[in-house]
């Protein structure tokens, strides 16, 4: 088993179920923090429900409890976020919705995580961004701009650690192959779209010590659409 830890958010859903499948795969020591609790992981996962991301004190709390638990933090991996289709005349804007999940919430847990991620040979953070927040489409304005958000928090974060051991980067991927999108699309081909476990492998090598050579990506993920 390695003893590299990472803390994975928004590990209940079914992105970060993946990863958290492919990191225990892997021999790593997992951490899932979530707002839903009480959700089954694999043996040795640690569990931390019930968590505000939102909530800076919350975000540190979370943080605070792998660190105390595992003894060290080696890779953060914010996959939390949600998601809205909503033209711009909606009678009720989810614009402070999505800026909250997509990117306070990863703000929020990164700045609790670095002084923990500096400490570490090969500290780790890795993004999930939107291949849809390229260029926005009808419908897609506030899901856009605060992924984008994110984005560019991720470049300039990069910048700003470069003189340590941190790197920072981010996946963009275009549509998951999920229950609820093969529901919402049922004309669509969902053999294009992107395998959330292959997602996951992506990530967990930008989480690697192999991917040092690698910060402020912006990778697309983006199968064969």
């Not at 999940?101 to 995580?113: Q, V």
Request: proline residues 5%.
């Amino acid at each position: 088993m390695s003893d590299r830890v990472i803390a994975i958010t928004g590990g209940h859903g079914v992105l970060g179920c993946a990863v958290v499948k492919a990191a225990v795969a892997d021999g790593l020591k997992v951490a899932v923090i979530d707002h839903a609790k009480g959700l089954p992981v694999p043996e040795g996962v640690l569990e931390l429900g019930g968590v505000d991301l939102t909530d800076p004190a919350s975000a540190a709390k979370a943080i605070d409890a792998i660190v105390a638990h595992f003894g060290r933090l080696d890779a953060l991996l914010n996959v939390a976020g949600g998601f809205v289709w909503q033209t711009f005349d909606d009678a009720e804007p989810a614009w402070d919705r999505m800026f909250a999940l997509n990117l306070t919430t990863a703000a929020n847990a990164t700045r609790a995580a670095l002084p923990h991620l500096k400490q570490s040979d090969e500290g780790r953070v890795v993004n999930v961004g939107a291949n849809g927040a390229l260029k926005a489409a009808a419908g897609m304005g506030a899901y856009a701009a605060s992924k984008s958000g994110l984005h560019r928090m991720t470049e300039a974060l990069a910048e700003e650690l470069k003189k340590t051991s941190v790197t920072v980067n981010a996946v963009l991927p275009s549509i998951l192959d999920t229950e609820q999108n093969r529901a919402d699309m049922p004309d669509a081909d969902p053999t294009k779209w992107v395998q959330p476990s292959d997602l996951a492998r992506v990530m967990l090598f930008l989480a690697s010590p192999e991917s040092r050579a690698i910060t402020g990506a912006l990778l697309p993920v983006t199968g064969r659409v």
